[in-house]
Each structure stands twice: as C-alpha cells, then as structure tokens.
C-alpha cells in the first residue's frame, strides 16, 4: 500500500513540533533568560534559536499554506520574542495541522508550487515542495533549535528531539 503524502509528512511535523515544545520546557526549567536565549545562535552566520523553532512552524504549516496558494514565500517577520509566544505559535500550527485532511494534501499532487525570495524563484510539483524543500528545512530548524539548547548547557538528549514516536500497541 502507498503512503500518502499527508502520512509521510503530518504526523512526523506534529510529533517534532511537539517535541520543540517539551524542548522550550526544558529551557524553562533550566531556569534561563527566554530573550537571552532564543537570541544566541549556534554560529556567527546562522539565525537565532528563536528564528529557529519560528521556522519549524514555517516550513510545517506555512508550508501547506503555500501550497494551497501555489506559491510559498519566507515568513521574514519577526520571531516570537518569549517562551510563551513562542509555545503559542507552535501550538497554532500543530492545531491547524492536525485538520489537514488526507484528501486535501493528495489533491495538490502534481499541481505547480513556486518558491519565492525577492526575485529569486525556484518551480516545483507541490509534492516535491513539500518533500525535497520543506520537509529538509524543517528538520534543519528542529535540529540547529536542539544543537543551540544543547550548546547552552539545557539537559535535553535525544529522546527530547524524537518527542512521541509513533509506535504500535498492544
């Protein structure tokens, strides 16, 4: 049986959404400055944690957003400056994930997706979009936002990364 493009995609965005959660826990039971933190960056030409775990939302959510717009842009507002804004900008796109029907996202199967920065335009199937583009940067983010919490000293290990795994019971 195929999987469908909802499942290789939804569930694993909604597990690690959830775990960069549970990782913001951590980082406030580690007892730190929120501001000071989703300010530092992993190196000096790299974005902050908070831009981050922003981005997680982004190439989710905003991603499907493109897609059914045809046409994805990067959300270049801001990010979340606190914890708690932070949570609630996660918690809106596991939310609206958590809606998105099969049927839809199988229906945007070979439709045209554009990916635009300025003038800079790349063409692709909306499939490949979101597989071979959003996909890859959202684990980018998820990755560099755990690496920085890492490197700051947070107790998180990598059963706070993988979150929820999806696991079959008995």
């Known amino acids: 049986m195929p999987l469908s493009l909802h499942t290789a995609?939804?569930?694993?965005?909604?597990?690690?959404?959830?775990?960069?959660?549970?990782?913001?826990?951590?980082?406030?039971?580690?007892?730190?400055?929120?501001?000071?933190?989703?300010s530092t960056c992993l190196a000096?030409?790299?974005?902050?944690?908070?831009?981050?775990?922003?981005?997680?939302?982004?190439?989710?959510?905003?991603?499907?957003?493109?897609v059914r717009k045809g046409v994805f842009s990067p959300d270049m507002n801001e990010p979340p400056a606190n914890f708690s804004d932070m949570r609630n900008l996660l918690n809106n796109a596991i939310t609206k994930l958590e809606q998105?029907?099969?049927?839809?996202?199988?229906?945007?199967?070979g439709q045209p997706m554009r990916?635009?920065?300025?003038?800079?335009?790349?063409?692709?199937?909306?499939?490949?979009?979101?597989?071979?583009?959003?996909?890859p940067n959202f684990f980018f983010h998820a990755t560099t936002a755990y690496d920085i919490l890492r490197m700051k000293g947070v107790p998180v290990g990598k059963r706070d990364f993988l979150g929820a795994v999806q696991i079959v019971t008995s």
């Open 44 to 66: 000096e030409d790299m974005l902050p944690l908070a831009y981050q775990l922003k981005s997680c939302a982004v190439h989710s959510l905003g991603a499907i957003e493109g």
């Open 100 to 109: 998105v029907e099969e049927s839809e996202l199988e229906s945007y199967i």
């Open 115 to 135: 990916f635009e920065m300025g003038e800079f335009k790349l063409h692709f199937l909306a499939e490949n979009f979101l597989l071979s583009f959003s996909q």
């Open 9 to 38: 995609l939804v569930p694993t965005w909604l597990q690690i959404l959830g775990s960069c959660n549970n990782l913001i826990d951590k980082a406030e039971a580690f007892d730190c400055d929120d501001k000071e933190l989703l």
